[in-house]
């Protein structure tokens, strides 16, 4: 059974930063390629970032690129997602997501592209 858990959000004023993690099990963890999304209330759930299955290409919201950082330990079976400068606009949920194995290259901002799912974990950026 894969499970896919966040922890680190929480309330941070504008300004600041949080780091995101996401712990994965049931699954062969250095094989995916893994995703950050996040879904604000009342809109559509849009792509953060991606990194691909060893860590050496990832790709960014234009949003969040330079703000926002995407990385793995694939010893840890982890993926984090460092988050600086935070805006008010950044206040969400935030997934993490394991992209499917036939997916490979390319952008990675495609909700329909990745199989798992984590239950989310919320940030709030306060003015």
């Known amino acids: 059974q894969v499970q896919l858990v966040e922890s680190g959000g929480g309330l941070v004023q504008a300004g600041g930063s949080l780091r995101l993690s996401c712990a994965a099990s049931?699954?062969?963890?250095?094989?995916?390629?893994m995703g950050w999304f996040r879904q604000a209330p009342e809109k559509e759930r849009e792509f953060v970032a991606r990194?691909?299955?060893?860590?050496?290409?990832?790709y960014y919201a234009d949003s969040v690129k330079g703000r926002f950082t995407i990385s793995r330990d694939n010893v840890k079976n982890t993926v984090y997602l460092q988050m600086n400068s935070l805006k008010p606009e950044d206040t969400a949920v935030y997934f993490c997501a394991a992209r499917y194995l036939a997916y490979t290259g390319g952008w990675g901002a495609d909700a329909n592209e990745y199989a798992y799912w984590g239950q989310g974990t919320q940030v709030t950026v306060s003015s």
């Open positions: 990194i691909n299955w060893n860590g050496g290409n990832t």
């Open positions: 049931g699954l062969t963890f250095s094989n995916h390629d």
